[in-house]
């Protein structure tokens, strides 16, 4: 006799596979090269704050400016994070990394907003850019969690 369970089961246990992702992983991969772009020009300006710490004479003026090009590119991180949010629903995995890492980068922000051009930024640029590396990461690895490759979780 003729049972239809087989055959569900079968249709169950077979992954999806499409030729092109939805439209939903596709601005969710975007939304991450954009947050991947933004994190590296925020790398970029803590560089320039490092070396503006480390220098004999800095011109508060160009620490001031510098330190805005920082907080203006985790400003725009944390919206295309926010922005992430509603998409991240695709897979609970990055839901979860995006959610450790909004939290670690609102850290982050704070931080960045003590910075006082002094040499006590020292180590809070050392754990700034720790930190900016560490969720360019886990930007790489929710990357290929919504493209169905393996992907460890970084902490």
């Given at each position: ?23 939903k ?10 947050l ?85 930024d ?34």
């Amino acid at each position: 006799m003729w049972s239809p369970i087989p055959l569900i089961l079968l249709v169950l246990a077979t992954p999806l596979t499409t030729a092109t992702p939805s439209a939903k992983t596709t601005q969710l991969l975007s939304t991450l090269s954009s947050l991947t772009l933004t994190q590296s020009a925020a790398l970029t300006a803590l560089s320039r704050l490092q070396n503006l710490t480390t220098s004999a004479a800095t011109d508060p003026l160009i620490h001031t400016a510098a330190k805005s090009d920082l907080q203006t590119f985790l400003t725009a991180s944390a919206q295309l994070r926010a922005n992430l949010l509603p998409l991240s629903s695709i897979n609970p995995q990055i839901t979860r990394a995006l959610a450790a890492l909004m939290a670690s980068q609102a850290i982050d922000a704070g931080v960045a907003n003590n910075l006082t051009g002094g040499p006590g930024d020292v180590p809070l640029l050392v754990r700034l850019r720790q930190d900016l590396a560490v969720g360019l990461e886990k930007c790489d690895s929710m990357k290929a969690m919504a493209t169905g490759g393996p992907a460890p979780m970084v902490t």
